[in-house]
């Protein structure tokens, strides 16, 4: 419950904001969500791509119980948008669907919480304008399902422990195996709900009762069949993402300051000061307020993982979005109690609401100009560093491919194909998806991942070998798999206001002898 201070002066936050009634805040909420939905609405289709979604896309096509990279949420989400278009607008549509869910959800979670609905509706409009959670809404990768579902699961989880019904433990455990299903680092949310049991006295009693393991036991059988798929498939994504996880390469500096750059970026650097400073402040209110410890539990620990993970290892940015949904509701809190004069200290008063504002207005403003740029560059950033590069190149790359494609086809024998292949998969779902005719790109060894593949090139073959011009060394390692030498045929420089952004080499290799690709 939102404490409430009557000595301080009322102002005009306070009379008009602050105590904002329900039913306004959901009005409000409908408008955030609506004009956001349609700001993404407008963009998604007109940019292409990245590697990354064209490559979730082509799980879409062939869907399984999982992949080697993540569970198999991602492909499902993109499968239930693409029943009618293949375009960028659908292959992004389910994250433009799930961030505004997320929205909603989200809303109702910090008014439970904290029974405001200023502080539900604020919070709520803090996220969209954070840059992590704008992109979550633009580009659709395994990050914006595990967000909805994790959302929810607070949701949910919070609710069970009020009201102790069985019914609610079970749809809690729904929603937590759906977590699990998007992404591995679902795992973090079960073992926080865990941690905040042990603190909360209030809900202690709850380790002793059945809800809270049925909720795990009906997670852990929606997650069966990615264990299934694991099983048969010699653990492999298991032990890649492992791998990713816990490597040590030996603590050191190199990638601690990276990592909490990354995250100052993508949360928005004024609003990630401003939640370590409602994080500091919330350890004040922890021994009368269950919902403080709340938001910390399933933020903090999170957090930590990643900031150590990265004293021995490269972590990337997105790795730890799934943690700040909580932040933005201490931020919201936090802000409020100054409006309130809950909270003491001149510089906090001071410091904390110029970083929200200042991180509004920067958003905002951010967000406003990045969408410009990407749509038409104009800003003077480096290619190397330029996000832009991400979203560009794809379309020219498949019709140059596409041109040598038709050209080495036309010259061939009759009983003789042609077939493109590559040495990256994320090379391979790029070219495949901005192909005009789709003609299959092959990558080596593409059983696990591309399960698409179904059918293989025929010995004697004619193969055309796509390669960034960077990794062009690596090309002898394929001339054995073919009765001829690889000879070039071409080459294609990307550029980006007039800077090469990519570049590229296209080999023909004729007399495929086979082995390459699991045959």
């Keep these: 419950m939102l404490p409430v201070n009557s000595q301080h002066p009322t102002t005009l936050i306070k009379d008009t904001l602050l105590n904002i009634s329900k039913q306004r805040a959901q009005l409000w909420l409908w408008i955030l969500v609506i004009a956001f939905f349609l700001l993404r609405l407008a963009f998604i289709g007109q940019v292409e791509l990245t590697v990354d979604e064209t490559y979730y896309w082509e799980w879409a096509k062939d869907l399984q119980m999982s992949y080697l990279d993540h569970p198999p949420m991602v492909a ?181 300051g990276e990592f909490l750059g990354a995250q100052a970026g993508l949360v928005n650097p004024f609003f990630f000061i401003a939640g370590m400073i409602a994080l500091w402040q919330g350890f004040k209110f922890t021994k009368s307020s269950p919902q403080w410890k709340f938001c910390i539990i399933f933020f903090l620990p999170t957090f930590l993982f990643f900031l150590e993970k990265s004293l021995t290892q490269r972590v990337e940015g997105n790795w730890a979005a799934i943690a700040y949904m909580p932040l933005f509701i201490m931020i919201a809190v936090l802000f409020t109690y100054i409006q309130q004069g809950i909270v003491g200290g001149k510089v906090i008063k001071k410091v904390v609401p110029g970083l929200v504002w200042t991180g509004v207005l920067v958003g905002l403003l951010a967000t406003g100009v990045a969408m410009a740029h990407v749509l038409n560059p104009f800003l003077p950033i480096p290619p190397k560093v330029d996000i832009t590069k991400r979203l560009s190149g794809g379309k020219e790359l498949a019709l140059k491919v596409d041109e040598i494609y038709k050209e080495i086809a036309s010259s061939q024998e009759s009983e003789k194909e042609v077939f493109i292949f590559s040495m990256r998969h994320q090379l391979v779902s790029k070219i495949y998806y901005n192909l005009p005719d789709k003609q299959r790109v092959y990558y080596p060894e593409p059983g696990y991942r591309y399960p698409s593949i179904k059918t293989l090139p025929n010995k004697g073959d004619t193969g055309l070998f796509v390669i960034e011009r960077k990794r062009d060394e690596s090309t002898h390692l394929y001339f054995p798999y073919f009765e001829n030498d690889c000879s070039r045929v071409g080459e294609q420089i990307i550029k980006l206001n007039g800077e090469e952004i990519w570049s590229y080499y296209f080999y023909k290799c004729e007399g495929y002898k086979g082995g390459l690709f699991d045959d």
């Design 76 to 256: 499902y989400s993109i499968a239930a948008t693409t029943m009618l278009s293949d375009s960028e607008l659908f292959v992004r549509l389910s994250a433009l669907i799930l961030s505004a869910a997320t929205s909603i959800v989200f809303f109702y979670l910090a008014f439970v919480l904290f029974e405001s609905a200023f502080i539900a509706l604020f919070s709520t409009f803090l996220i969209n304008v954070s840059l992590l959670f704008f992109a979550g809404g633009i580009i659709v990768t395994p990050d914006t399902p595990q967000i909805f579902f994790w959302t929810l699961f607070l949701l949910l989880f919070y609710t069970a422990l009020e009201k102790d019904r069985l019914s609610w433990w079970v749809l809690a455990g729904i929603v937590l195996g759906c977590t699990f299903l998007s992404k591995y680092t679902g795992v973090f949310v079960l073992a926080s709900a865990f941690l905040y049991l042990l603190w909360e006295g209030r809900y202690r009693k709850q380790l002793i009762r059945p809800g809270f393991y049925l909720m795990g036991i009906v997670a852990l059988i929606l997650f069966l069949p990615v264990v299934y798929w694991n099983y048969t498939h010699e653990w492999a994504s298991f032990a890649k993402q492992f791998s990713h996880g816990f490597s040590n390469k030996g603590y050191g500096l190199r990638f601690f």
